[in-house]
């Protein structure tokens, strides 16, 4: 019996041109290293998202000719990448690379990064404004064109004068604006002085404290957003300590007022002096304002640290709960009421 090994054959990349024939023992040797057989790009580039294969014997000006993902230096710049990138996205935007300026009959190729500045100040085929557009020339020509216009003298003193003559009855409506807005401001510090020229003024204030057991797990500090004595008056904000705070810490319940400062500051007088009622149900504390520190930035806050025991403040939720089963809310809900009394008259 012949041995198969000694029977000739072609090389499977014969339509690709490899003219190799030799006996099958030699085959897979021939095959591990023909210069016809595809292999796959050691970029590992792709053509619409499929890896490409190359003839080993082409392999080598592959990589380094047509491969999108060798690599390559833009000729312009410094800027380096795949010949991909620098080719589709860098080449599109490299302030080196030459171009063309975009005025139509300018004949002038200069770098990228040049061409705003060419435009705005050096380009003689421009459109550019007279330079005595701000006095009301219309004119609109061609840098190497507008200078010719400029030299027309006559036509921009006459351009002068309008806008002087304009200019001058701009003035005097500005004077006379000024001159009733200065009438509207005294006459709006007049107002704010019978704001808060005024004694013993007094307002009403109501503040809400919710979800009052979690905020005294939580040892919470609810502060109340800010409010006014009287229109354009003292600025004030409402502290409660949920769970105490000073000699009260766990006992009692804290309150506390604090002042804040306003734009209008000057026109205060300070310190403040007057009083704060805080009144919870049937429980009320007066907080004295008489310190020379009754300002804002003082210290301290003003209050009391033992306004009521949390003892007896539950034992109220728990008799206003049995008055209003249905609504749950009020089981849970501190509602302060605030009356601020003036007592000095401000200046």
């Known amino acids: 019996m012949r041995d198969i090994k000694v029977l000739e054959v072609r090389c499977a990349n014969t339509t690709r041109g490899c003219e190799w024939i030799e006996c099958v023992g030699t085959l897979e040797e021939h095959v591990a290293k023909c210069e016809y057989t595809l292999v796959e790009c050691t970029n590992k580039c792709t053509v619409k998202a499929k890896t490409v294969f190359v003839m080993r014997k082409d392999l080598e000006h592959h990589v380094q000719s047509e491969c999108p993902n060798r690599a390559y230096k833009c000729k312009y710049c410094t800027e380096e990448g795949t010949y991909a990138n620098i080719m589709e996205d860098h080449d ?6 030459p171009v063309p300026c975009p005025n139509t009959d300018c004949t002038l190729t200069l770098e990228r990064g040049r061409v705003v500045e060419h435009v705005a100040s050096e380009c003689e085929h421009t459109v550019v404004a007279c330079k005595y557009h701000s006095i009301g020339c219309p004119e609109w020509k061609k840098r190497k064109d507008i200078r010719i216009h400029e030299e027309d003298d006559k036509i921009h003193l006459r351009l002068s004068l309008n806008k002087v003559s304009q200019l001058d009855g701009t003035v005097a409506q500005l004077n006379h604006t000024v001159s009733q807005l200065s009438g509207a401001v005294e006459q709006l510090q007049v107002v704010v002085k019978q704001l808060i020229g005024r004694t013993e003024k ?3 204030v ?8 979690e905020r005294r797990s939580a040892n919470d500090m609810f502060q109340s957003e800010p409010f006014f004595t009287i229109p354009s008056g003292y600025k004030m904000k409402f502290i409660v300590y949920c769970s105490g705070h000073g000699d009260g810490e766990g006992t009692h319940l804290s309150v506390y007022t604090q002042l804040l400062d306003v734009p209008y500051h000057d026109h205060l007088q300070w310190p403040f002096r007057g009083n704060v009622s805080v009144k919870l149900w049937e429980y009320e504390t007066i907080i004295n304002y008489h310190s020379s520190e009754a300002k804002p930035g003082g210290d ?3 209050g009391t640290s033992c306004f009521l025991s949390l003892s007896s403040l539950h034992i109220k939720l728990a008799s206003v709960a049995m008055r209003s089963w249905y609504d749950k809310r009020l089981d849970d809900t501190l509602h302060f009421k605030l009356a601020i009394q003036e007592n000095e008259e401000i200046h």
């Open 92 to 97: 599109n935007l490299c302030l080196k690379k």
């Open 202 to 204: 007094e307002v009403s």
């Open 206 to 213: 109501s503040i809400d404290v919710p979800d009052f057991r």
């Open 300 to 302: 301290p806050w003003e």
